[in-house]
């Protein structure tokens, strides 16, 4: 089993970001997709959810990046992304993908999100 995040860097506030983790491993059509961030000094927070297509693909968004944040799966290419925009220094965090399938979770290793000027 292996989640590979890719997209982070440095952008300027106001600016936008495109997260992608790829799956490997296990049903991905099936699993439960979360994006989680830890910020310096700060609790894991879970950003948004993706349950899979047979529950109706509902989604969920923390109060701090709904109406910036989006997230999406495209089960043809076992990725999920997370699309940042209007991002806040408040945003600068290392973003994990997570994943639930048939009781087990599988993390993975993080991509960092800087937003400064």
């Known amino acids: 089993v292996q989640l590979v995040e890719s997209g982070g860097g440095l952008v300027q506030p106001g600016g936008s970001l495109r997260l992608s983790c790829a799956a490997s491993g296990f049903t991905f059509s099936s699993a439960f997709m979360r994006w989680y961030r830890r910020a310096p000094g700060k609790e894991r927070e879970l950003v948004a959810s993706?349950?899979?297509?047979?529950?109706?693909?509902?989604?969920y968004y923390a109060d701090s990046v709904k109406g910036r944040f989006t997230i999406s799966r495209d089960n043809s290419k076992n990725t999920v992304c997370l699309q940042m925009s209007s991002l806040k220094p408040e945003d600068t965090a290392v973003y994990y993908c997570k994943a639930s399938s048939f009781g087990l979770d599988y993390w993975g290793q993080g991509t960092q999100v800087t937003v400064s000027s």
């Open positions: 993706l349950t899979n297509t047979n529950t109706g693909g509902s989604t």
